[in-house]
T-cell receptor
Framework: IAGITQAPTSQILAAGRRMTLRCTQD?????MYWYRQDLGLGLRLIHY???????GKGEVPDGYSVSRANTDDFPLTLASAVPSQTSVYFC????????????FGPGTRLTVL | GQNIDQPTEMTATEGAIVQINCTYQ??????LFWYQQHAGEAPTFLSY????GLEEKGRFSSFLSRSKGYSYLLLKELQMKDSASYLC??????????FGAGTTVTVRA
């Protein structure tokens, strides 16, 4: 079934640890995005990639990094996790860019203690 | 930053109509999306408006007025399964999507 997957589903992490959230899509979409969703704040864009080999910063990029080595994969790395990064993280993709419908993965619930 | 406002919560009765308003103040405008998100799930696409006017899709309609910085999502013939959060999102001049905090709609029998 075509779509977008994320791993892990949930994770509890000690502060200071490094963590990579995985995101894979098989729709051959050019653009991919990472959001975090916090109660009362809605979805906020962390990083995005308009095409393989390029990335850009969103609204809240500090403490996060991404890479886009190929079309399908867009991992998000927390180099040294802090409690304020406790959130639900959604990966999304769209066919060509931001004016296209974004399809979201099921999310990763991350708790940093 | 971009400013996108929508009510926090709304309650309506099964079979009724509910209108969710969204006002935005952004640097430029390149389109507006509405997404639906059930509790614990991912957002799913409902509608996209880039020109003024009403877009109708089954029981759901979305309206846009660019001059007023205003949109609404109209849900007709409400069903229990429509209980969810509804997210308004705007593409500003930087071609990034900014989301409002979402409106939680509760449908009561």
């Amino acid at each position: 079934i075509a779509g977008i997957t994320q791993a892990p589903t949930s994770q509890i992490l000690a502060a200071g640890r490094r963590m990579t959230l995985r995101c894979t899509q098989d729709m051959r979409h050019n653009a991919m995005y990472w959001y975090r969703q916090d109660l009362g704040l809605g979805l906020r864009l962390i990083h995005y990639s308009n095409t393989a080999g390029t990335t850009g910063k969103g609204e809240v990029p500090d403490g996060y990094s991404v890479s886009r080595a190929n079309t399908d994969d867009f991992p998000l790395t927390l180099a040294s996790a802090v409690p304020s990064q406790t959130s639900v993280y959604f990966c999304a993709s769209s066919k060509t860019g931001v004016t296209d419908t974004q399809y979201f993965g099921p999310g990763t619930r991350l708790t940093v203690l | 930053g971009q400013n996108i406002d929508q009510p926090t919560e709304m309650t309506a009765t099964e079979g009724a109509i509910v209108q969710i308003n969204c006002t935005y103040q952004t640097s430029g405008f390149n389109g507006l999306f509405w997404y639906q998100q059930h509790a614990g799930e991912a957002p799913t696409f409902l509608s996209y408006n880039v020109l003024d006017g009403l877009e109708e899709k089954g029981r759901f309609s979305s309206f846009l007025s660019r001059s007023k910085g205003y949109s609404y999502l109209l849900l007709k013939e409400l069903q229990m399964k429509d209980s969810a959060s509804y997210l308004c999102a705007v593409i500003a001049s930087d071609y990034k999507l900014s989301f409002g905090a979402g409106t939680t709609v509760t449908v009561r029998a």
